[in-house]
């Protein structure tokens, strides 16, 4: 069963208001990558659907007829009778078919109880046809069907998806709620394993689980040097560009793609004003840059180059 770290207060608002009766249908849960937003989404929909939790084992393996998870599907099919590959790449968006097949769905009644519920992981990655179908079923929602829309870039959700929902938003957890998320997680961790990733996971418990078991220490402590040197000969990063562009670095450049924003947006605390409003800036980007990079495959040798640039562009002068 999935806890809710870090995020009580929203927790309780939410089954509040499910026993007030009055629960709006359409729910955004915004916040950064990592946060935990889809597990909050999981233990809401739980909530509405399976009170009593009877079905947990089916809620938790998304197997529960009344809870529909809308995500990007593999590029490639498995093959009948093959299990789904967790590491296989997914397609670059979710399509307008899998809303229509969701539409069609929510023809019939719920299937265990009263309430049904559609949660979008992310709604950020929602084709352009995809989002229109989608603010038809926000418009005229079926009695009993609640929608959550996990987002990391709510301010590009289309202006009427976000006037049809009530936006909750999801921050960064404390070191402790971090350490006591890891622990439950990674029960076998060492207390210094856990501490690390506590570091690194800069208050993302999704973040720092995607570290676990990666040798990422080293990939952290050179974009830190590029940081404080301003790297002024390019070898730190084509050096983090040839090692993370390999074929079996595939997780390592992802979970590289999202530190960057992490990392500067930390760094930007830090700062004067005038250099803090261009960290600001050099976070927007390395964040849009991230979310391109995953979904459109562009090149791996490249993307990490700019990561550097952005991440040099940081030092601290004068």
């Known amino acids: 069963m999935t806890r809710i770290f870090g995020h009580d207060t929203h927790f309780q608002s939410f089954a509040k208001a499910i026993a007030s009766g009055r629960l709006h249908h359409g729910w955004i849960l915004a916040g950064p990558r990592g946060v935990g937003k889809a ?8 909530l509405l659907v399976d009170p009593d939790n009877r079905y947990a084992s089916m809620v938790d393996h998304h197997t529960h007829p009344d809870i529909i998870w809308v995500q990007r599907l593999p590029k490639e099919v498995p093959k009948e009778g093959e299990a789904a ?9 979710i399509a307008i078919d899998q809303i ?3 539409q069609h769905s929510l023809t019939t009644r719920p299937s265990m109880g009263p309430k049904r519920v559609v949660i979008i992981d992310a709604a950020d990655d929602l084709e352009r046809g995809g989002a229109n179908a989608l603010l038809k079923s926000l418009e005229e ?7 959550m829309l996990v987002s990391h870039a709510s301010d590009r959700l289309l202006p009427t998806i976000r006037s049809r929902c009530q936006v909750m938003r999801f921050e960064a957890l404390g ?7 890891l622990l439950q997680a990674l029960p076998q961790a060492s207390t210094s394993e856990v501490d690390a990733l506590v570091r690194s996971g800069r208050g993302l418990p999704g973040q720092a689980m995607m570290l676990a078991g990666m040798d990422f220490g080293a990939i952290e402590d050179m974009a830190d040097e590029i940081i404080r040197s301003g790297d002024p000969t390019n070898k730190l990063r084509h050096k983090l560009a040839e090692t993370l562009s390999l074929k079996n670095a595939q997780a390592s450049y992802e979970a590289f793609l999202r530190f960057v924003p992490v990392r500067i947006a930390a760094i930007g605390r830090t700062l004067d004003t005038g250099a803090a409003i261009k960290a600001v800036d050099a976070f927007h980007e390395a964040d849009r840059l991230a979310a391109r990079a995953i979904g459109l495959t562009l090149d791996k040798q490249a993307v990490l180059l700019q990561m550097g640039n952005l991440l040099a562009g940081l030092q601290k002068r004068g």
């Open 141 to 147: 929602p079926p009695v009993g069907t609640y929608f």
């Open 39 to 46: 597990g909050f989404a999981q233990e809401a929909a739980r």
């Open 175 to 181: 070191d402790a709620e971090m350490q006591q998320a």
């Open 100 to 102: 229509r097949s969701v």
């Open 85 to 93: 590959d967790p590491d296989a790449e997914l397609k670059r968006s």
